[in-house]
C-alpha cells in the first residue's frame, strides 16, 4: 500500500483524525462527544435523534461544519444526501454554506474534490449537503435527508414547521436527525426534541442529548470562561439572556416579569427628594398618553367620566457614578415622581419645562411614538441637546424590556420614592417570550386587568422606568479634574549646541 492511501486511510479514520491531521483544527472534547454518537448513528443506520446544547459562541456551528465535511467525505462513493436547516436564510443559511466551504477547502481530502451545485448545495464525489431555511414562509418541499437531517439554532424553528416539512425528509431511511441549539423556553421545537431523546434514552441506555454549559466550556477555555464572568456582571446572573445562552436552562414562556427577587433587587436605599442636590447628576424619562379628548372638548364633567386613561408620567433619576470603575456603568435611583391624567400637552410641556430649569437634567428621554411625538418635538426645540427620543416598535420594546432586566439584576435600579400604585403595576406586569431568531419579549401589564378595588392597572410607571434603558447603553466615564502638562520647552539647552 503507497504511503499516500496509507495517509489518507489514517487521516479519515475518525473525525478528531481529520479535523487534526487533514485541517489542523484540534476539536474540543465536548465537541468530539456528540461527534461519535452522530457517526455510530449513521454508520450504524439506528436512525437516532442527537440532541446539542451549547452554550453560546462555545463552538456548535464549527462542529456542524467538520462533521458535514466528514460525512460527505465517508459517504462521497455513494449518492446520498444530508439536509442542513437553518432558521432564516440571511445570514444563518449563508453563513453556514461560507464556514462548510471553508472547512471542504482547509482538508487534504475534500480541498481538490468538492463542487458547487447550486446556490445551496454542496458535494463531494456523489454525496450532496442541501441547505434550506426554516422560516415559516419558506418553501422547501422536495429534498431528502438520506443520510442525516440537521437542525441548527432549533429552538428558532417552529415545532409546525419541523413537524410538516423536515422530518419527512428522513423517512425514507430513518435518517439520523441532529438537533442543536441553545436554551430557550419550555414550547420549543429544541425542548421538545430533548424529552423525547430522554424519554429513548430511559428505554435502551444510548446516550442522546449533550448539554454543554459555560461552566463545562469554560473549563477548556479560560478564555470564554472570563467573556461570561464580564457578562454576568452586566446583566446579572439570572438574565433571560444569562440563564439560556450561557448555561442551557430554559425560561418560562409566559411569567411576572418582576419577580419578587427583581422587586427586592429593587429597593431604594435613601429617601426620595422634592428639589435636586446641586452635587448629583439627573436624568428625566418620559411616557406619553394621548391628552383626553373629552376633556379638550366636553370640560369638566367629560372628564370625570373618564378616570381610567393612561397617564403622562415623568420619573427623575439620580444617576450615581461612584461605583463606575467596579460596575462598568451607573446606578440609576428614581428620586422623583409627577404624572398628569387628561392633560393637554401644551400644560404638560410648561410644567415639566419648569422642572427641567430646576433639575438641569444631563438627558430627557421620551416616548415619541404617535402622539408622543408632538410633545417631543416641543422640547427638542427648547432642548436641543439634551432630548433622546424613543419610538416603540415590538422589537424596540423587547430590548428595552431585557436591557432593564439587565439593570435591575446587577443590583444598579433602586427606586427611592415607591407607591402602592407603582407596586401594583411591577406586580401585574407580565413577559411572553416568542419562539424565533429575534428573540423577542413581549411585556405589559395584561389590557383589561383590575386591581381589588375594581380599577384599571396600566403600566405607564413601569415604561417610563425602563425608560432610563435608553441612557444606560451611553459611555459614562468616571469625571476626573483637568490638569495641564506642560510641554518642555524645545530650545532649552540648544546654546550649548552651538559653543
Known sequence: MSTLVQTIKTVGKTFANYTERGAGITMRPYQNTPAKAILKSILKKQGHTIVIVMSRQAGKDELLANLVSYILTLFAHLEVGIVYVNPTYKPQTINAIMRLENRLRANLLTKAFWKKRSDFMRIVGQAVVSFLSGDD???VVGATASL???VNEAQDITPSKYDKDFAPMAASTNATRIIVGAMWTSHTLLAREIRAAREAEKKDGI???????ADIVGKVVPAYKAFVKSEIAKLGRDHPLIKTQYF????????GMFNTARRALMHGDRKSQTEPNPSELYVFTLDVAGQDEATMQGGEEAFLKNTARDSVTLTIHSVDLSELEILQAPIYRPVFRKSWTGTKHITIFSQISALFDIWNPMYLVIDSTGVGEGLWGMFDHKYPTKVIPFKFTPQSKSELGYSFLGIIETGRFRDCCPSPE????????TSEVLIG???TMRWSVPEGLRDSNGNLIHDDWVI??????????LEWLIPVESEVIRPQDPLKGIERNFK
Open 437 to 439: 431568531p429575534a428573540k
Open 464 to 473: 417610563s422606568d425602563a425608560l432610563i434603558s435608553v441612557v444606560d447603553k
Open 148 to 150: 442525516a437531517l440537521i
Open 207 to 213: 446516550k442522546r442529548v449533550f448539554i454543554y454549559d
Open 422 to 429: 407603582i407596586d401594583t403595576q411591577y406586580e401585574a406586569c
Open 137 to 139: 414562509k419558506a418553501n
Open 248 to 255: 442551557c436552562e430554559e425560561i418560562d414562556a409566559q411569567a
